[in-house]
Structure formats: structure tokens, C-alpha cells
């Protein structure tokens, strides 16, 4: 069952063409990774998939919601952007509270010892977030984004500024819940560690999908990383 | 490269960054019209000056003239301050050539004090020069010497530097040290006060560039250059190199700050966000403040017309009442500044209810000062039995004008408001509504004067809610964290 449908989207800043009619699937208990280079369109069309962003042209459709109705949207899946930060003058736990309550959690507390146990932030629960480090502030994000449980999520970097015993913990967690039949979308520009967790995935180059599928399809028996610099390779050639 | 020439280059930098940072604000058409803008204002004002003001005395203008220049001075002197906030990295996104001595082998009292002159010579090319020609071109208009008029502009200039200095310096100690800059601020605050109120000292020997028209000496001027100089270099030299953020841990509170603003239902998360951020960004006392200052300057504004000038204005607590709404849009921009809201767009929740919360939180600070102050104002000026009309009228400018400014800009309220083509839309929305309660207020007793300003009222009450729930339908496709540029609208 196809749980993200994208046909045909296009999106431009001003001249700066982002995307170019972009069309892909991905089933239901995927583990589904987007790859490209900088500037590729990565950003760009999580924002549109997650309902951030309306593309110019093309049809967006997560869990049965239209990206016309990204409320609903929102409602449905969890998404960790790569910029962003918690709000800078609420502590660890109230940022928590306030996804809960946003949310409509009912179990508001028992959830959130979940989370600050499970991100080891119980030192950290009552210190803004602007005085929490990188790492801890990823992990705050990083609970936001699973606190309610969703049935998809989107995440960009995930693993970015984490230290290795919670990157690994994350990467469990996120193994465990493909497991158990969830979906995750995933654009990272750590390979070695997307090829240990995906299982299809779609390379992006300035705007258009030069490969997708599962991600033997894609790969073969080679690394991802050497596919990678040369479709990239290749695509610059060609598109540019 | 010679120490010099690093220094030249940084400085041309810091032009630059300083022009385009301008530029981001009011646009590329707006920076390079303020000067001009400046010029065609300083020749209208002088001209028309002696017309509409002809009770004001020279003197009496001067001082205004200087104090505005002082006030100007002081306001952009308090960069002294930013040494913090940029080696705690608290001015976000905003990345400056002031982080420089992070990573490079450049100290920050360096950086700062090209960054002082930078200022200087940046306001100095950017307002004072244009005020200048513009007084020297009203020169044969107004029949004042080339010579005057230029050294109108000069002691302007001086004033400010001396207000920026000081400034400057306040602002670096305060931030090194809290105490001594406390200190410092009380003892300026209390030699201030001999001049205004107490007025043991004229403020023409406080402000040599001021006492200079009343003296002629041009020792006075000496002496303003050699305090600016010297209390600027103090100020570089007050300057830390080093700043720590200080982490403290606060007790969770926004559950239990949710329970006070359950009476307005769903927003009272939101309610709690907001006044919690308000609080712990230090933003509480400006936002009250500012909008206190606000209305009380208009108070005094008031007052030396009427007892200085011995000019007549027909006012009245409705005409307090009036612009006292009005001034709440200064409130309602510095509450969208606070914090972004970026975090907001992984969440379900509409732009929509952002705004109204930020409009809700608004009208709770406010209500209660305007409260007070239509209350004050009718039982001095011996108006009691308006103060009923004088709170409705309050409140519903309040409301109606927020409204306006929420629907016109929703988050980005203190950007989209350089736009031209907005803040036009937005003097179409209110200025007749106002004008018609400020007009009709000269004849309150008049029963029909009544009538206007309570059928006004119950109108811009009865536009407001409509314009509210129009939010969602002109901002909630946008993202949080869009960041509007200017003539984009």
C-alpha cells in the first residue's frame, strides 16, 4: 500500500528551480531514503511532503491527506527539520508539554519521562533550550518529533550532532518501528549509516530523481556511497 | 597586510554589512531614499516650521532639536551592549562581522571600536549630512545665515556623538559589570535629574553643542569633541573579550501558567508560551514599557504644548483614549519579535492561532495600562463623566487597530511594516476611523459629536472580528519561518 504518493510536483524560488516534476511512492514499512548533494532539492521536498510547503504544480499525498490540508497532515506523522532548534526560552520538558498539548496527548507526563529517560535529559529537563547544547537540542527535536507515536516520520539529519551511543539508540528505535510496520523518510548525507537502515531509496541532483528503488536496485552488490558519487556524477552532465 | 590596512578592510566591511542590513529591513529603494527623504523633511519642517509653530521660540526649537539628537544618540550608542549577545550567540540566525575574534586571532575591543566609528560615520552620512544641506537649502527660504544653519547641523552632529559615547560606554560597562554599570546609570540618572526635572542645571551646560547657541564660544565645542573621543575610548576599552552565557534551571511552568488563561480556550497553551517567553527573554518590561512610555509621551507631548507653548488644543481624555489604541501597534510588533516561531511548523497548528494568541496576549498587557491611564487622565483633567466613552474608545481602537496590523502583516509585523504598499493599506484601514474620533472629540459635548465617535467604536469592534478570522485565509499557508523581504507583498 502506498502510503506517500508524489506525482508530478515542481517547485521554484524565483528563478532558482528547486524541484522539476517529481514523482515517486513509498509503501507502507518502509524505510525510505533520499540522498543527494547540497543544494540538491532534499530540503525542499521533505518541506512540501510534510506540509510546510506548497509546491507550484503536482500532487502530494501522505496517509491519505492532500497536502492542501497540512493541519491533518501534521496531525498524522512527526517530523524532525534540519535547521531548526526547540523554542529557545521554554526548558527540555515544557517544549515537550507544549507538542503534548499541541497534540492533544492524553498521557501527557508518563509520555514525556519516556522521552527524557529515553535521550538521557532528566539533568537537563528544567534548562532552556537555548543553554542546551547542539546534541541535547537535536534530542529534544528528535523527541518532539516520535513523543506522539506517529504512524510516519520525517526526518532530515537525524543524526546530526548526536554522540555515537545515541545515534545508535535512535537507529535502533527507528529499526524497531519499521519492524512493527511504521514508515520513516530519510535524507541524510551519512551513507555508511543509511545503508545499514534503508530499505528503498530515491538520489536526487539538482532537482530531479536520477534513481530510485530498492535499495538493491539501486546499489547492486556495490557501496552506496560509490553509487552515489557516480549517478551524481553522471546526473551533473547531463542536467547541468 | 599591515595592521592598518586589516583594519581599513575590516572597516569597509562593516560598511557594507551595515548598508545591506538596512537593506534587508526597508529594501534597496528605501535605503537610498531616507537620506533624501531626510533632506526634503528637514527643508518642509524649517519652512513650515515657523508657519504652523509660530509661539515656538528659537530657543525653545533648538532645544527640541538637541534633545531629539541626544535621544538618537543615546538609542544607537547602546551597541556597547551587543558584545554579549553576539559572543553568546543570542541574536540567532544573524550572523555578524562582530564574531569575528570566535575563530580569528583579532580581539573584540578592536572589532568594537571599528564598529563605534563605523557608526558614526554611517549616521553621520546616513542622517546628519542630509539634515544639513536640507537646513542649509531652507537657509534663503527661512531667512536664517548659511553659517547658522550650518553649524545647526555641526552641534546636532556633536550632541549626538556625546549621547552615543555615553551611551557606548553605559552600555560596555552594564555588560561587564552589572553592579558598576548599575552604579554608573544611577549616578548619570541622578546628575541628569538636576537638569529635568529638578532644573538646578541649565541643559545648555550639560550639552556644550546646546550651549554653544547661547554662548557662542567655541570652546564648548572643543570640549564636546574631546569628551566624545575620550569617553568612547573608555568605552572600547570596557569592552570584554570574553562572555559566557549564564545557564540557569527554571522551574517547568507552562502547565501551570496554561491554568491562567483557560478563559480563553484553546489558545491557552499558546497564552502560556507566549508569557512565559516574554518573561525569561527579559522582553516583559520593554513591551509594558514601551507602550507606557508610549502614551505618557503623548501625555507630556500634550502638555508642553498647552503649558510651554501657551498653544490651545482642544484635548480630552476621548482624544487620550483615541490614540491610545494606536500606540498599541508598537506592542503588537515588538511581541511578534520576541522569539521565532519557526519550531511551530513540525506542529499541527495554524499561523492563524499563533497570531491570535500573540493578539490575545497583547490585549491583556495593554488593557490594564489604558485601563489605568483613561482613569487617570479623566479624574485630573475633570472629565469623569467621559471616562465610560474614553474606555470604549480605547478598547476599541485597541482591538480594531491590532486586528489591522495582525491581518495586513500576521507574524511579521516589524518587517512587513517598511513595506510602502502595506503600511498604505494599513493608514486606508485606520486613519479615518481615528480621525473621526480625534475630530469629533474637539466638540464632545455636542450630542451629535457623541453619536459619531460611540457609532465609530461599535464599527471598528464590529470590522475587528471579521479581520481576525481572516488571518488564517491570507497567512496560514505560509511557513513559520518564512522570512518576508521587503516590496515581496
Known amino acids: 500500500m502506498h502510503i506517500i504518493c508524489v506525482d508530478k510536483v515542481s517547485k521554484s524560488f524565483g528563478n532558482v528551480k528547486a524541484l522539476r516534476e517529481i514523482s515517486f511512492h513509498v509503501e507502507e514499512g518502509d524505510f525510505y531514503g533520499l540522498f543527494g548533494p547540497n543544494g540538491a532539492g532534499k530540503t525542499t521536498l521533505l518541506r512540501i511532503l510534510t506540509g510546510q510547503l506548497d509546491p507550484d504544480c503536482g500532487e502530494v499525498v501522505v496517509s491519505d491527506v492532500s497536502h492542501r490540508d497540512p493541519l491533518e497532515l501534521k496531525s498524522r506523522i512527526g517530523i524532525v527539520p534540519e535547521a531548526e532548534t526547540p523554542p529557545t526560552f521554554l526548558t527540555a520538558q515544557e517544549t515537550l508539554e507544549l507538542v503534548c498539548k499541541i497534540r492533544g496527548i492524553k498521557n501527557i507526563e508518563e509520555r514525556i519521562e519516556r522521552w527524557i529517560d529515553f535521550f538521557g535529559l532528566e539533568d537537563k529537563r528544567s534548562t532552556l533550550c537555548k543553554d542546551l547544547s547542539k546534541g541535547q537540542r537535536q534530542k529534544v527535536m528528535l523527541a518532539s518529533a516520535f513523543i506522539h507515536e506517529p504512524g510516519i516520520l520525517f526526518l532530515d539529519e537525524p543524526f546530526i550532532n548526536l554522540d555515537p551511543i545515541y545515534q545508535r539508540r535512535v537507529r535502533d528505535y527507528l529499526k524497531r518501528l519499521v519492524e512493527e510496520g511504521r514508515t520513516i523518510f530519510m535524507c541524510t548525507h551519512i551513507l555508511e549509516i543509511a545503508e545499514k537502515l534503508c530499505t528503498s531509496v530515491a538520489i536526487i541532483n539538482c532537482g530531479v530523481i536520477i534513481k530510485k528503488g530498492s535499495m538493491y536496485e539501486v546499489t547492486g552488490t556495490g557501496a552506496l556511497e560509490d553509487e552515489f558519487m557516480k549517478l551524481v556524477g553522471e546526473s551533473d552532465m547531463v542536467i547541468r | 597586510m599591515t595592521w592598518l590596512s586589516v583594519d581599513l578592510e575590516l572597516f569597509k566591511s562593516m560598511l557594507k554589512e551595515e548598508w545591506r542590513l538596512h537593506q534587508s529591513f526597508i529594501g534597496r529603494l528605501g535605503s537610498v531614499m531616507f537620506p533624501v527623504f531626510t533632506l526634503v523633511f528637514t527643508i518642509f519642517i524649517a519652512f513650515f516650521g515657523q508657519i504652523v509653530m509660530r509661539n515656538l521660540s528659537v530657543d525653545i526649537s533648538i532645544q527640541i532639536l538637541h534633545s531629539a539628537a541626544f535621544l538618537y544618540g543615546l538609542f544607537v550608542g547602546a551597541l556597547g551592549g551587543m558584545g554579549e549577545q553576539v559572543m553568546t550567540r543570542r541574536l540567532g540566525q544573524v550572523s555578524m562581522l562582530l564574531q569575528l575574534p570566535q575563530q580569528y586571532p583579532i580581539s573584540f575591543k578592536r572589532l568594537m571600536g571599528l564598529f563605534f566609528i563605523k557608526d558614526a560615520l554611517f549616521y553621520l552620512g546616513y542622517t546628519f549630512l542630509p539634515l544639513t544641506v536640507g537646513l542649509l537649502i531652507s537657509s534663503p527660504i527661512i531667512g536664517v545665515g548659511f553659517f547658522e544653519m550650518f553649524m545647526g547641523g555641526a552641534t546636532l552632529f556633536l550632541t549626538f556623538m556625546m549621547s552615543m559615547a555615553s551611551s557606548f560606554l553605559l552600555s560596555a560597562v552594564y555588560t561587564?559589570?552589572?553592579?558598576?554599570?548599575?552604579?554608573l546609570l544611577l549616578v548619570v540618572s541622578l546628575f541628569g535629574s538636576l537638569v529635568w526635572p529638578?532644573?538646578?542645571?541649565?541643559?545648555?551646560?550639560?550639552?556644550?553643542?546646546?550651549?554653544?547657541?547661547?554662548?557662542?564660544?567655541?570652546?564648548?565645542?572643543?570640549?564636546?569633541f574631546v569628551y566624545v573621543v575620550s569617553v568612547s575610548v573608555l568605552g572600547v576599552l570596557s569592552i570584554r573579550e570574553r562572555y559566557e552565557s549564564k545557564v540557569h534551571a527554571y522551574e517547568n511552568r507552562l502547565l501551570r501558567d496554561e491554568n491562567r488563561f483557560t478563559l480563553i480556550g484553546d489558545l491557552s497553551i499558546l497564552l502560556s508560551k507566549e508569557w512565559l517567553e516574554l518573561?525569561?527573554?527579559?522582553?516583559?518590561?520593554?513591551?509594558?514599557?514601551?507602550?507606557?512610555?508610549?502614551?505618557?509621551?503623548?501625555?507630556?507631548?500634550?502638555?508642553?504644548?498647552?503649558?510651554?507653548?501657551?498653544?490651545?488644543?482642544?484635548?480630552?481624555?476621548?482624544?487620550?483614549?483615541?490614540?491610545?489604541?494606536?500606540?498599541?501597534?508598537?506592542?503588537?510588533?515588538?511581541?511578534?519579535?520576541?522569539?521565532?516561531?519557526?519550531?511551530?511548523?513540525?506542529?499541527?497548528?495554524?499561523?492563524?492561532?499563533?497570531?491570535?494568541?500573540?493578539?490575545?496576549?497583547?490585549?491583556?498587557?495593554?488593557?490594564?495600562?489604558?485601563?489605568?491611564?483613561?482613569?487617570?487622565?479623566?479624574?485630573?483633567?475633570?472629565?469623569?463623566?467621559?471616562?465610560?466613552?474614553?474606555?470604549?474608545?480605547?478598547?476599541?481602537?485597541?482591538?480594531?487597530i491590532v486586528a489591522v496590523t495582525a491581518y495586513l502583516t500576521g507574524l511579521w509585523?516589524?518587517?512587513?511594516?517598511?513595506?510602502?504598499?502595506?503600511?498604505?493599506?494599513?493608514?486606508?484601514?485606520?486613519?479615518p476611523g481615528l480621525t473621526a474620533i480625534e475630530v469629533a472629540a474637539f466638540w464632545i459635548f455636542n450630542s451629535y459629536a457623541f453619536t459619531v465617535i460611540l457609532l465609530v467604536c461599535v464599527l471598528m469592534l464590529f470590522v475587528s472580528k471579521p479581520l481576525l478570522d481572516r488571518v488564517g485565509k491570507k497567512w496560514d499557508k505560509q511557513e513559520f519561518s518564512y522570512t518576508p523581504k521587503s516590496g515581496e507583498w
Open chain 2, 176 to 183: 561587564s559589570n552589572k553592579k558598576g554599570g548599575g552604579m
Open chain 2, 198 to 224: 529638578v532644573g538646578l542645571i541649565p541643559l545648555g551646560e550639560l550639552l556644550p553643542p546646546l550651549g554653544y547657541w547661547s554662548t557662542g564660544n567655541n570652546v564648548s565645542l572643543i570640549l564636546s
Open chain 2, 279 to 400: 518573561k525569561r527573554s527579559g522582553g516583559l518590561i520593554p513591551v509594558v514599557g514601551g507602550f507606557f512610555g508610549l502614551i505618557m509621551g503623548l501625555y507630556g507631548l500634550i502638555s508642553i504644548f498647552e503649558r510651554g507653548m501657551g498653544l490651545f488644543l482642544p484635548f480630552n481624555v476621548i482624544s487620550y483614549s483615541g490614540f491610545v489604541g494606536f500606540m498599541g501597534v508598537m506592542t503588537y510588533s515588538m511581541i511578534t519579535s520576541i522569539e521565532p516561531n519557526n519550531y511551530m511548523n513540525m506542529l499541527p497548528i495554524s499561523v492563524e492561532k499563533v497570531v491570535k494568541a500573540k493578539v490575545s496576549i497583547y490585549l491583556i498587557l495593554t488593557a490594564v495600562i489604558s485601563t489605568g491611564y483613561v482613569l487617570v487622565i479623566g479624574l485630573i483633567r475633570g472629565e469623569a463623566s467621559l471616562i465610560p466613552l474614553g474606555l470604549l474608545t480605547s478598547y476599541s481602537t485597541a482591538i480594531y
Open chain 2, 413 to 431: 509585523t516589524n518587517t512587513l511594516f517598511f513595506d510602502a504598499k502595506i503600511l498604505g493599506k494599513f493608514a486606508i484601514l485606520v486613519i
